[in-house]
């Protein structure tokens, strides 16, 4: 892959045009609530493509086509086609309430609703959640990146990648607030639909010109096969023969990814926290210039969102097919440190040989079989070795004789393929986690764990974006700029969102009640400066394979802490006026130990049914305590903002269609709709 001179214009071109509309677009910040909710003047597609914008990161391009790639398929578009629903009823159900509050945050209205203990809790809660959704943000767009130099023969540490990501968007969201983030938005969304489309054009042209690709053939079992293609067959035809398997919106009851129960409620729990009560989205529409622009906005993301899946999962699905031995030498770097771990565990294996600066003849010449752990004595000599046998895996000295193991140390996969594809260490591995777990619990302990991959799932993109775009017309700059843009988006989105939440929740609340609009102002600029350096400095620890083999499940599973409970506490005391103001604080707190529970005694329970079971828990907390002690008057939502708050019958309208035609995909890429 080759950076032209076109790229690098294209790309400075996107970059330098996304910050100045979003600096000359917001002026003249004067007052809070002109830095943190752009003087509640938003219109509908600034507030549809904002929304979009600050959604879809590489969370998705990086996370979603990496689920998307494994045996996931395209289930995993479930986050997107069940968003399309929730934002519909977002629009109506809660969008009328939180406009006549007038609130600046979501932690606010608990306030109203509630009292200040609650407030309190959600705005702690959230801003801990949110340094590791700016961490996690920042670091998929930093592995993309380094992915990326790699194939252009650089090597781009992830601190780099993350710093560059850090301060384009730390410049417009300092400087211009929401403003700034809602117009730099347009360009990008508008940047990053049109670029997924060129990936997905383009990587059907490769799949229709390769000789042969590797397919899932069993969902369940996670096995792999490599098949010759016909010269006649087209790519739609080998696309579909291909993955099919892939293709079903339900997966069996006890995958650990996206089991088919948890689209009964699990998923729905995480969707409507985030679409509805999430600072960094709700931000916008609690800017509207009127509830009938944030209705026609929200309902205009809903419709975008339906076509998100076949610019990102789809894909993902073709860069496994095209590039699962790129995946799997890019596994390399993660399984050196966890294989380094496992010999120090287990000396006796037969499977795993360590040589200290082998040859390079032995290197390259390295049967697939047994490991070879190659230890070097600096990094830079392990860097000047190119092996690219994913069977080989160098490793610097320090690193493997700093190497620290817990008591009882297992090492496990949450990678289907990794069985398939290395039988025979498998095997082994099985049986030596057997004897630890019986040495450990007849000690009384529990073990730590290690992760082994197969493939890095979470590369699927990069591997697309440096293998199937024409080279030298600029077109790859601008693919580049567009997913820079995903990331940069979803990172000011946050900034700006943490930076409101600390100055008014926190700030404004217990420290300053008087604060100027000058000095809240310039707090919220101070906090944006802060919290950049909290994402840069998160970012490269994120890379750890220890922590998970894909960033989409940190992101979301990270935030079960606090996502069921809001839900319950802001569902159940719209719905329940006469819930007394103390159930807020315990259902919250209750979400919050429970899910912490349950993740530590029964981390079998897939998360979305965890956080199904702590969504009732909440809920049922609640409902005692208004059993017990309910108000005598319900709660009525008044503010005093002045903003027309007529509904939109035409957005009305059109949410029923997005609806309608999201039950239609469903059907179509169902067991029953796939046997038509």
């Known amino acids: 892959m080759q950076f032209s001179i076109y790229d690098v214009l294209v790309f400075l071109a996107f970059v330098v045009s996304v910050v100045t509309v979003g600096l000359i677009k917001s002026r003249k910040e004067k007052t809070s609530e002109d830095y943190f909710l752009a003087g509640r003047g938003l ?29 996931v398929g395209l289930a995993i578009a479930s986050y997107e086609w069940m968003a399309a629903v929730t934002l519909v009823v977002v629009a109506f159900a809660f969008l009328p309430y939180f406009l006549r509050a007038g609130i600046f945050t979501m932690p606010e209205f608990l306030e109203v609703r509630y009292n200040s203990g609650a407030r309190t809790i959600m705005a702690v809660a959230t801003l801990f959640i949110y340094m590791l959704l700016l961490g996690s943000v920042t670091y998929s767009g930093a592995l993309t990146i380094r992915t990326l130099a790699g194939k252009m023969g650089y090597d781009v540490p992830l601190a780099t990648g993350s710093l560059i990501i850090g301060l384009i968007a730390m410049l417009y969201v300092a400087a211009g607030g929401l403003k700034a983030c809602a117009w730099a938005d347009l360009i990008q969304g508008s940047a990053l639909i049109i670029g997924g489309a060129v990936i997905l054009y383009f990587a059907f042209s490769k799949l229709g010109a390769a000789t042969e690709a590797a397919h899932i053939v069993n969902v369940k079992t996670g096995e792999i096969a490599v098949k010759a293609l016909p010269d006649s067959q087209g790519a739609m035809s080998r696309f579909w023969e291909l993955n099919k398997v892939r293709m079903n919106m339900f997966l069996p009851a006890n995958d650990s990814v996206l089991p088919w129960t948890a689209l009964l409620l699990g998923l729905w729990i995480p969707n409507f926290y985030y679409w509805g009560l999430n600072q960094y989205i709700t931000q916008r529409t609690l800017g509207s210039a009127s509830l009938r622009e944030g ?32 995946m799997k030498k890019e596994a390399i770097r993660d399984n050196a440190a966890v294989m380094a771990k496992y010999i120090k565990a287990n000396p006796e294996t037969r499977l795993v040989v360590k040589a200290e600066s082998p040859a390079d003849s032995l290197v390259m010449g390295w049967q697939p079989g047994p490991f070879l752990l190659a230890v070097y004595e600096s990094d830079a000599a392990m860097q000047d070795i190119k092996t690219l046998n994913p069977f080989v895996l160098p490793i610097e000295k320090q690193a493997l004789e700093s190497t620290v193991l817990g008591e009882y140390t297992q090492f496990v996969s949450e990678d289907k393929a990794w069985q398939n594809v290395f039988p025979d260490l498998a095997a082994e591995v099985s049986a030596y986690n057997e004897k630890a777990g019986i040495a450990a619990d007849a000690a009384g302990k529990k073990c730590s764990t290690e992760k082994f991959i197969a493939y890095k799932y979470d590369t699927a993109m990069a591997q697309l974006l440096g293998n199937v775009l024409p080279q030298g017309v600029g077109l790859v700059g601008f693919v580049l700029a567009a997913l820079l843009g995903a990331v940069v988006s979803s990172l000011a989105a946050m900034l700006n969102a943490s930076s409101t939440i600390f100055t008014m929740d926190i700030y404004k609340k217990y420290i300053s009640r008087e604060a100027s609009q000058k000095t809240m102002v310039t707090l919220g600029r101070i906090c944006v400066f802060v919290f950049t350096g909290i994402a840069v400095f998160l970012a490269p620890q994120l890379g750890n394979p220890k922590i998970s083999n894909s960033i989409f499940t940190i992101i979301q599973e990270g935030q079960g802490f606090i996502s069921p409970g809001i839900l319950a506490v802001f569902a159940f005391g719209l719905l329940i006026r006469k819930a007394p103001r103390v159930a807020g604080v315990f259902g919250l707190l209750t979400n919050i130990v429970a899910y912490g529970t349950l993740k530590l005694t029964m981390p079998e329970v897939q998360f979305l049914n965890r956080m199904a079971i702590c969504f009732g828990l909440s809920v049922l907390v609640m409902t005692v305590l208004t059993l017990i002690r ?35 995909l469903y059907f179509l890429f169902s067991p029953l709709g796939l046997l038509k």
């Open 43 to 71: 219109l509908w597609w600034l507030i549809g493509f904002s929304l979009i914008a600050a959604n879809i990161s590489t969370e998705q391009f990086v996370g979603m086509s990496g689920n998307a790639a494994s045996h």
């Open 295 to 326: 209705q026609k906005g929200i309902v205009f993301a809903a419709f975008l969102k339906l076509i998100i899946p076949f610019v990102i999962v789809i894909p993902g699905i073709i860069a496994f097919n095209l590039y699962s031995v790129d």
């Open 630 to 664: 309910p108000m005598k008057e319900g709660v009525e939502f008044h503010g005093d903002v002045k903003i027309d708050l007529t509904s939109s019958r035409g957005a009305r309208l059109m949410g029923l269609l997005v609806i309608g035609l999201t039950l239609v």
